[in-house]
């Protein structure tokens, strides 16, 4: 997956969140280097975000800003409320 070439063909790693946005040895999220040559990267993590494991790591974000200070408990609770909501839905169907 070095260089993509602009065609509609998509590589087997599209969308896999464990591949396109991995946590680093630190626990934080970044997306690999050869990630950032391929011509699908963006739509890649856009689709990847959006299925169940994406929403979890929208609750590790959340977690994190709670942690740090920058969100209430009760933002906290209505967002990772909201969250799991989402992940449910996602799984019933």
């Known amino acids: 997956m070095t260089k ?12 896999r969140l464990d591949t396109v946005f991995p946590k680093g040895k630190d626990g934080l999220r ?5 990630c950032l ?11 990847a975000l959006q299925a169940t494991d994406g929403l979890r790591v929208r609750e590790e974000l959340v977690d994190r800003a709670y942690a740090s200070g920058l969100m209430s408990f009760l933002e906290r609770w ?16």
Do not use: D, W
């Not at 993509?4 to 969308?15: E, Q, Y």
């Not at 040559?37 to 689709?47: F, G």
């Open 78 to 93: 209505s967002q990772k409320k909201e969250l799991r909501r989402k992940i449910e839905a996602k799984a019933k169907g």
């Open 30 to 34: 970044e997306t690999p280097e050869k």
């Open 4 to 15: 993509m070439v602009h065609n509609n063909k998509l590589p087997s790693c599209f969308s």
């Open 37 to 47: 040559l391929c011509y699908h990267k963006t739509e890649c993590l856009k689709v």
